[in-house]
């Protein structure tokens, strides 16, 4: 992943640590996995996502989630631990989106989707991956309207601005993993899948009887309007 910072710097993960690269001076610096408390927890870096409110760069690896101040150059972490329910279930991290405000943030695990609060980083709600009959959770994404969509291996998922449960969205024609989540400016979210192209609906659409555009996979069909 690769995200752009308030002060235009680019960071992005790799396979071999965190890049940073400073479109001013073009400066280049890779931050690497180290055995130490302030370094990353892994060299692999599986997504990052900046939370612009608190200025932190949240970077997911195979081994937890690192969090870096960018003004002050820092890293902080939060481990997976099966013996605390206010710490992450999963060790793999795939994906982060907002959380429910502007205090939480949303992380995919291998073993569920956790809510983790900034003022204390630790998790205060967790969805596991049965919820969503499901073995992983691969994205998650609030829309504008708070609406909160959860996309795993065995399709994508909704759960409606102030309702309590998920349902499954559009299950007779996405029957394939989601990988990836973004709702455009005209409230449309599209949908990458695993093996059956890129798919696009409106947030707003009846999860039974919503008809998805294909822009890849499926030339029968177009983008929704």
Partial sequence: GIVVDSAGTIWAGTRAGLARLNYKDTSFQI????KSETSLTGEEIECVYLNAVKKLLWIGTPSGV?????SQRWFTHLYPSSG?????????????????????????????????????????????????????????????????WVGTDSGLHR???GASQFKPFCPLHLQDGVTNLLEDS??????????????VCHTSADPDRASLGRVFGNTDKTPAP
């Fill in 31 to 34: 931050y690497h996995g180290e």
């Fill in 66 to 70: 690192s969090m870096l101040d960018t």
């Fill in 84 to 148: 605390s329910p206010s710490n992450l279930a999963g060790r793999m991290v795939r994906g982060f989106a907002a959380g429910e405000n502007a205090d939480s943030v949303l992380a995919c695990t291998d073993r569920a989707l956790e809510q983790v609060d900034l003022r204390t980083n630790k998790v205060v709600a967790r969805y596991e991956a049965d919820t969503f009959n499901s073995l992983e959770i691969n994205a998650a994404l609030t829309d504008r309207s708070g609406n909160l």
């Fill in 159 to 161: 759960r409606a601005n």
């Fill in 186 to 199: 005209k409230g449309r979210l599209w949908i990458g899948t695993e093996s059956s192209g890129l798919a």
